[in-house]
């Protein structure tokens, strides 16, 4: 069985940073395409960001170049790094691999951006 955890997440004013971080046992993110995943009130879950077993990464436009994604296969861990946050970055955060997997999916964790 799979399970995923995901950390790191809080209330924080315009413009601060967090930092996210996953981790999981059953999934080796080394050889997997992770991604980060968000879920607005009332909106669709969307993909934010993903690495490729490569190190190649990929952002939304709307967080491109505020967030950055990566990977510890050391610890098997995967990190987002959140700047310049936005209210409209209001969510809960996932992570999954690319493409998700319905048994893979976390509680999340909670990302409160006030203006």
């Known amino acids: 069985q799979v399970h995923v955890v995901e950390s790191g997440g809080g209330l924080v004013q315009a413009g601060g940073s967090l930092r996210l971080s996953c981790a999981s046992s059953?999934?080796?993110?080394?050889?997997?395409?992770m991604g980060w995943y968000r879920q607005a009130p009332g909106k669709q879950r969307e993909l934010v960001a993903h690495?490729?077993?490569?190190?190649?990464?990929n952002y939304a436009d709307s967080v491109k170049g505020r967030f950055t994604i990566s990977r510890d296969n050391a610890k098997n861990t995967v990190s987002l790094q959140m700047d310049s946050l936005k209210p409209g970055d209001t969510a809960i955060y996932y992570c999954?691999?690319?493409?998700?997997?319905?048994?893979?999916w976390g509680r999340g964790t909670q990302v409160t951006v006030s203006s």
């Open positions: 999954n691999v690319v493409p998700p997997r319905r048994d893979y």
């Open positions: 059953g999934i080796i993110f080394s050889v997997n395409t």
């Open positions: 690495i490729g077993s490569g190190d190649s990464t």
